[in-house]
């Protein structure tokens, strides 16, 4: 049976770790006949559970035990997309996001439990354009910091809401741009430049060398931290002819320093298309312990005919080395997994593992015709970020619904709520 994973890149909590879910293209087409939604833009209120999903011929569909459906829980009243989403109680809800102006706007949204409002950002985090991104730091404290992306602000400063206020954060990390995770306040790991990551222990960040460039960092346990990324030395980058083949590469840290791990060797079969390249993007801790790796193996495409196609790697680490995943069933073999909870594993795509290893689609909801969506639209729901709220079942997500339609596209960004046996 397939392990489900704890988390994806963040969002998920197990073995008391808390840090960000980047959600990885949640796409997936809205039909004119999908679901529909009472839900106006700018609506303050989460939309119920009452409306019946359909079979697609206009008659409700047999509820199921695994039946899920994103809900949504806001339509934004502006021309955007929502970026990320903070949750520290189901009446303590962050969106934040961009306005479709021609030039970088920022917006930041608030729900209380009743209405969401448009807010300011924090002055403490100083000018910004774009969106600024959530770090959650315990269950108590959500951080807010500048876009990787943002020029001309400082990038230590970063802002801290505790529930009631935004304050400055006292000790953010040193040129941290990078990924995050934080195990409690006390104990945050981020990656900052190359081959670098800094760990905060309560009192002051240390700075760590890795022995190659990283992508991502997951902490399995007490000094039993993993990177992945991708090497340009070492054996099978060598191709002949000053041309070479970038591999996989893995990197633990064992409470003194970052050591480099064997990691399998990607290669495609002679003819080696152009420019080959493969190395590993996420890791990931499951609920038992178990630390699974993804990756990629690609090319530069459109220069050979036919064209191989691209590999995708998953690995799992057995305890002494990396060996290849049991693929999840169906639709979920190679998605990449983007949070966990007790009963199953959210996937890219809008797919979910349950635990008896059923892969299910999440359905969704078509936006309603007043915010201009005609009803033969095309519809595709992208969702950003998702995040459960602490001691709950309960997930919330962000993202937006690209409408596609002749004469009118627009881009409506939404907070959506998961729904079970609907």
Known sequence: ???????????????????????????????????????????????????????????????????????????????????????????????????????????????????????????????????????????????????????????????????TRWSAVPNPPPDGSGELEATAPDDIWTLSGEQTAQHWDGTRWTATRLPYDPSDLAVAGPDDVWAVGGRSTGPGTELGYGESYSQPASMHWDGTSWKAVDTPQARFEEPIPPEPSAGLTRVFVLDSGEVRAYGRNSFNHGEVEPEPADQDILLRWDGTKWVDQEPAPDQCATRLPVAQEAGGLFLDGNWYLTGDDRCVKIKRHRLPLSTGARKESNQMLWLREIHRVPGTDEWWGAGHVQVNQSGDPFSAPVVVRLVRGG
């Open 1 to 163: 049976m397939h392990t489900p994973v704890r988390i994806a890149h963040g969002h998920g909590h197990g073995h008391g770790h808390v840090r960000r879910a980047a959600v990885i293209a949640l796409a997936a087409a809205l039909t004119a006949a999908g679901c529909g939604t009472s839900s106006g833009p700018g609506d303050s209120r989460p939309t119920g559970t009452g409306s019946a999903a359909t079979d697609g011929k206009g008659s409700a569909s047999k509820p199921s035990a695994h039946a899920l459906t994103w809900e949504f829980a806001h339509i934004a009243d502006f021309n955007g997309e929502l970026t990320d989403i903070g949750v520290l109680a189901e009446d303590d809800i962050w969106a934040v996001g961009m306005e479709n102006t021609g030039t970088p706007n920022a917006q930041l949204l608030h729900y209380d439990g009743t209405t969401w409002t448009r807010e300011p950002l924090p002055e403490a985090l100083g000018p910004t354009d774009y969106p600024p991104v959530f770090e959650e730091v315990g269950d108590e404290t959500l951080w807010l910091r500048p876009h990787k992306y943002q020029t001309g602000a400082a990038p230590t400063r970063w802002a801290q809401w505790d529930g």
